[in-house]
């Protein structure tokens, strides 16, 4: 069935207050400059967390992803972000209005598994979006049933780092930005801009905890033999971490958002730099591409980066990559730009607060993206179709 049929059945589609407008004449832009992807590398370490990660689940519990949104607790609503919109929504009011949190990146089932079983994960077709808090600070991912066969509701689930030991383990807050996550197979990435130097944080989303809802809204970890996550139910373990290096004399990569290309296996991420402000790093904007090691969604112990570019484009929060192809969100500028790999970018009118990219491929209709925004009171979910931004 026509998946418009279908979610308009569920009552997914619908209209609250458009924030953007249809597609205005693309204005054309300086093309990005390549530059040598030797200078950038990754280090992967994906077993310092084993250990402890095993003993969280047999001692704390475990959960699936369709355990966990067969216990979805909050609703969202239809929404209109965008004119050119195929589909859109809202958070629940208490995400929506809360001050301290703020959604930020984007992937979906559909990166995870590609387009076979209609993208289904764990058979839950959902998408994740992640948000950073502060107070307490740490960070999260709301993951979001997209299916017409379940309700149109979400669970919010921790994002934790695991500590103690393997006999008596424990875990704390993630306070990162989570600025963008690329989900391939069964692991997360969520970029972290706060290491330095910067790099990825690596979830696996078949280890997830669950965790008591008593308590104080302030504990976290274990306390005796119960473990708390600040009243969620659920919670995230980190697995892995991926550290980013330069060669001397290149500025360290700021790790803005990431997204993945399943086409050409690889994770692009690209930089939050400014023309002239004070708060954030200025200079030349980079996009930079590290490709997954064969048969798997893990890098090697080490790898360089497949492809930099340099990018005549500034307030980034947003990439997306598929085939070759290129797209930028500028935030400030409300202006989203693709880059066909060559030749100049287009650039289109775009939204307010637009925050990560992400790529949606289907087998039997259009293409999409999707993306989100993050300004308080109104923090929607849209997608596009991709053919009329390229």
């Keep these: 069935m026509d998946r418009r049929a279908l979610l308009r059945g569920a009552g997914l589609l619908g209209s609250v207050a458009a924030t953007g407008a249809a597609i205005a004449p693309a204005q054309a832009a300086p093309a990005p400059a390549t530059v040598d992807p030797s200078a950038f590398r990754l280090t992967a370490d994906y077993t310092s967390f084993t250990a402890r990660v095993e003993a969280l689940l047999e001692q704390a519990g475990r959960a699936s992803v369709s355990e966990v949104m067969d216990h979805a607790n909050h609703e969202r609503t239809p929404a209109t972000v965008i004119d050119t919109q195929v589909h859109g929504f809202r958070f629940a009011t208490s995400d929506e ?5 703020f959604p930020q990146g984007i992937a979906t089932s559909r990166d995870a598994v590609g387009t076979a079983g209609n993208g289904r994960y764990d058979g839950r077709q959902v998408i994740a979006v992640s ?119 290149t500025a360290p990569l700021v790790w803005s958002t990431i997204s993945l290309d399943r086409v050409t296996r690889s994770i692009v991420m690209t930089e939050y730099r400014c023309e002239d402000c004070d708060d954030y790093p200025t200079g030349t904007t980079r996009a930079v ?33 598929h085939n070759g192809r290129w797209w930028f969100n500028s935030s400030r500028r409300k202006t989203l730009s693709h880059w066909p790999g060559e030749g100049a970018l287009t650039t289109y009118p775009w939204v307010s607060w637009g925050q990560s990219l992400s790529y949606w491929e289907d087998a039997d209709g259009p293409d999409l993206l999707w993306s989100l925004t993050e300004g308080e009171g109104f923090r929607a979910v849209f997608a596009v179709e991709q053919s009329g931004y390229s």
């Design 289 to 321: 591409r590290f490709g997954f090691q064969q048969g798997g969604p893990t890098f090697a112990r080490s790898t360089t980066a497949s492809e930099a570019l340099e990018v005549p484009l500034h307030n980034l929060n947003g990439v997306g990559s």
């Design 131 to 249: 948000f950073y808090n502060k107070s307490p600070k740490s960070s999260r991912i709301n993951l979001i049933d997209w299916d017409a066969d379940h309700p149109d509701a979400y669970r919010r689930i921790l994002l934790v780092e695991p500590t103690g030991t393997a006999e008596e383990p424990s875990f704390r807050d993630v306070e990162i930005h989570a600025g963008g996550i690329a989900w391939y197979g069964d692991l997360l990435y969520v970029a972290d801009s706060a290491a330095k130097p910067g790099g990825m944080r690596v979830f696996d989303m078949s280890r997830i905890l669950t965790t008591d809802t008593g308590g104080t809204k302030d504990q976290i970890g274990r306390v005796g033999g119960t473990f708390y996550a600040h009243n969620y139910a659920y919670a995230l373990p980190q697995v892995g971490t991926i550290s980013s290096e330069v060669d001397a004399g």
């Design 97 to 101: 209005n809360d001050p301290d949190a």
